[in-house]
């Protein structure tokens, strides 16, 4: 928390927003914009870089940020949500590795931000090339994708209160392989949809399934069938879509289909969800196959994965050594409400460390696919040791329990889980 809320706190909000308005209001009369900072010189284009991907229409920030009024109106907010660096959202630690898709403001660019909504957050001069209707939109990098699955009907999600597992056969038609580059899953319904995981069948005998319950009992003999992948990629809220580096690609063979297994959150109305996915196929020569490992609870060292009530317990993950080097393109920690903390670094056999992920502030909410800046080697022989922490007291204001039950590995989000999964090319 920054020294902004600590103020908030302590005066009560009104009060400081008055005291902070006051001074704004005495500094606007004046004249005195500090360091000048105007919507357009300063504020767009960082708003266009580092918002607007979220907020705009259709995205899944609450509201659009892509006009000056939308920004201005909100200014006093939104140096408050950057000050405390909860927007843009990044819960890895860029001190310990760097991504390809990392986010954050500099501390210039929160100054900025401050200086330019204590200054009554003046438009400025648009500039003239910039036409009203196109405002940020170029920033916007679109691209048409090569094929799009869509769920074959709207499923109705029941108003019952109780979570829902289903799962859902979608045909790709796919007469030759696909060497898929960009991989994005559009929820139908976001406010219901709490994960989802996409696998590849290449047997077709699960076509027909659409809307399989996760209790039906022909679902034992599905989960016998061995899946081309059985993770080709899990949307959690914040991972929209996933890329890989230029030369590499999933490959996803002819004839084969996707299988979608959906989590839909307890709901106390009847609401629809109709997803889909959309896929970008290489448009240059791919020269090596994306590959994903999975590691799970299964895999935990300090066994069993139970969570006793009113304890902070840690577990351990270590896998390997590895018995073929691998290229890491990224990593997805995942976790459910309890998580506090999850560490992953890779030990290669001279003993070097390779760091890969650090969240010290686990948020359910914000869980996303890292990409390393470069894709990061691991030599044969290496072993990939992972530290999560858990909270599960009932002073843990996320914990759904009061008082803390004991809580073990499951699906359902009052469950819990203890996931990393790395996509990489074999070496
Ligand atoms: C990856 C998507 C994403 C990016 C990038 C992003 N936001 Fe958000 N923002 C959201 C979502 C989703 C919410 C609503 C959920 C929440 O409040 O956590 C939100 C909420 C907000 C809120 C309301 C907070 C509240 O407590 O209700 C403000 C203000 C905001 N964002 C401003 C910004 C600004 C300014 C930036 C850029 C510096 C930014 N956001 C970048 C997705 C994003």
Same mark, same amino acid.
């Given at each position: 928390?920054?020294?902004?809320?600590?103020?908030?706190?302590?005066?009560?909000?009104?009060?400081?927003?008055?005291?902070?308005?006051?001074?704004?209001?005495?500094?606007?009369?004046?004249?005195?914009?500090?360091?000048?900072?105007?919507?357009?010189?300063?504020?767009?284009?960082?708003?266009?870089?580092?918002?607007?991907?979220?907020?705009?229409?259709?995205?899944?920030?609450?509201?659009?940020?892509? +006009?000056?009024?939308?920004?201005? =109106? %909100?200014? #006093?907010?939104?140096? $408050?949500?950057? @000050?405390? *660096?909860?927007?843009? !959202?990044?819960?890895?630690?860029?001190?310990?590795?760097?991504?390809?898709?990392?986010?954050?403001?500099?501390?210039?660019?929160?100054?900025?931000?401050?200086?330019?909504?204590? +200054?009554?957050?003046?438009?400025? =001069? %648009?500039? #003239?090339?910039?036409? $009203?209707?196109? @405002?940020? *939109?170029?920033?916007? !990098?679109?691209?048409?994708?090569?094929?799009?699955?869509?769920?074959?009907?709207?499923?109705?999600?029941?108003?019952?209160?109780?979570?829902?597992?289903?799962?859902?056969?979608?045909?790709?038609?796919?007469?030759?392989?696909?060497?898929?580059?960009?991989?994005?899953?559009?929820?139908?319904?976001?406010?219901?949809?709490?994960?989802?995981?996409?696998?590849?069948?290449?047997?077709?005998?699960?076509?027909?399934?659409?809307?399989?319950?996760?209790?039906?009992?022909?679902?034992?003999?599905?989960?016998?069938?061995?899946?081309?992948?059985?993770?080709?990629?899990?949307?959690?809220?914040?991972?929209?879509?996933?890329?890989?580096?230029?030369?590499?690609?999933?490959?996803?063979?002819?004839?084969?289909?996707?299988?979608?297994?959906?989590?839909?959150?307890?709901?106390?109305?009847?609401?629809?969800?109709?997803?889909?996915?959309?896929?970008?196929?290489?448009?240059?020569?791919?020269?090596?196959?994306?590959?994903?490992?999975?590691?799970?609870?299964?895999?935990?060292?300090?066994?069993?994965?139970?969570?006793?009530?009113?304890?902070?317990?840690?577990?351990?993950?270590?896998?390997?050594?590895?018995?073929?080097?691998?290229?890491?393109?990224?990593?997805?920690?995942?976790?459910?409400?309890?998580?506090?903390?999850?560490?992953?670094?890779?030990?290669?056999?001279?003993?070097?460390?390779?760091?890969?992920?650090?969240?010290?502030?686990?948020?359910?909410?914000?869980?996303?696919?890292?990409?390393?800046?470069?894709?990061?080697?691991?030599?044969?022989?290496?072993?990939?040791?992972?530290?999560?922490?858990?909270?599960?007291?009932?002073?843990?204001?996320?914990?759904?329990?009061?008082?803390?039950?004991?809580?073990?590995?499951?699906?359902?989000?009052?469950?819990?889980?203890?996931?990393?999964?790395?996509?990489?090319?074999?070496?």
């Amino acid at each position: 928390m920054g020294p902004l809320h600590h103020l908030t706190t302590r005066i009560g909000r009104t009060g400081c927003w008055l005291l902070v308005g006051l001074l704004s209001l005495t500094r606007a009369a004046l004249g005195q914009s500090p360091e000048g900072a105007t919507y357009w010189s300063h504020i767009q284009p960082l708003v266009a870089r580092h918002c607007a991907a979220c907020h705009r229409p259709g995205g899944v920030g609450p509201f659009s940020l892509l +006009a000056y009024e939308d920004v201005a =109106k %909100r200014a #006093k907010f939104v140096a $408050k949500v950057t @000050e405390i *660096r909860y927007m843009p !959202p990044f819960p890895a630690d860029r001190a310990f590795q760097h991504y390809q898709n990392e986010r954050g403001l500099s501390a210039e660019e929160i100054a900025v931000i401050q200086q330019w909504w204590q +200054a009554g957050a003046p438009e400025g =001069k %648009r500039p #003239k090339k910039q036409g $009203k209707a196109d @405002e940020n *939109r170029a920033l916007i !990098p679109e691209r048409k994708p090569d094929l799009v699955l869509r769920m074959r009907q709207p499923y109705p999600i029941k108003g019952d209160g109780q979570e829902d597992f289903r799962y859902f056969h979608l045909p790709t038609g796919l007469k030759e392989d696909a060497l898929v580059e960009t991989i994005e899953f559009v929820p139908g319904n976001r406010r219901l949809l709490h994960h989802s995981r996409i696998m590849v069948d290449s047997t077709g005998t699960m076509a027909g399934i659409d809307g399989l319950s996760e209790t039906d009992p022909r679902l034992a003999t599905f989960q016998r069938t061995p899946l081309a992948d059985e993770f080709l990629y899990g949307w959690v809220p914040g991972n929209d879509r996933v890329s890989f580096p230029a030369g590499t690609a999933k490959r996803i063979r002819a004839g084969s289909d996707l299988l979608v297994n959906i989590h839909y959150a307890p709901s106390a109305k009847a609401e629809e969800d109709q997803s889909e996915v959309r896929l970008y196929f290489a448009k240059t020569p791919v020269t090596r196959e994306v590959k994903t490992l999975t590691l799970t609870e299964n895999h935990i060292s300090n066994q069993p994965f139970l969570l006793k009530a009113e304890t902070k317990p840690t577990f351990y993950i270590s896998y390997g050594p590895i018995q073929q080097g691998m290229d890491l393109i990224s990593v997805l920690p995942h976790m459910h409400l309890l998580g506090q903390t999850f560490k992953a670094v890779a030990v290669t056999p001279e003993g070097d460390v390779v760091n890969l992920v650090k969240i010290d502030a686990w948020d359910y909410k914000w869980q996303m696919t890292y990409r390393f800046a470069e894709a990061l080697h691991l030599p044969k022989g290496s072993i990939i040791l992972v530290e999560a922490s858990y909270d599960n007291t009932s002073e843990n204001p996320e914990n759904p329990f009061r008082p803390a039950k004991d809580v073990g590995y499951g699906w359902n989000s009052t469950n819990e889980m203890m996931n990393l999964v790395l996509y990489y090319t074999p070496r």
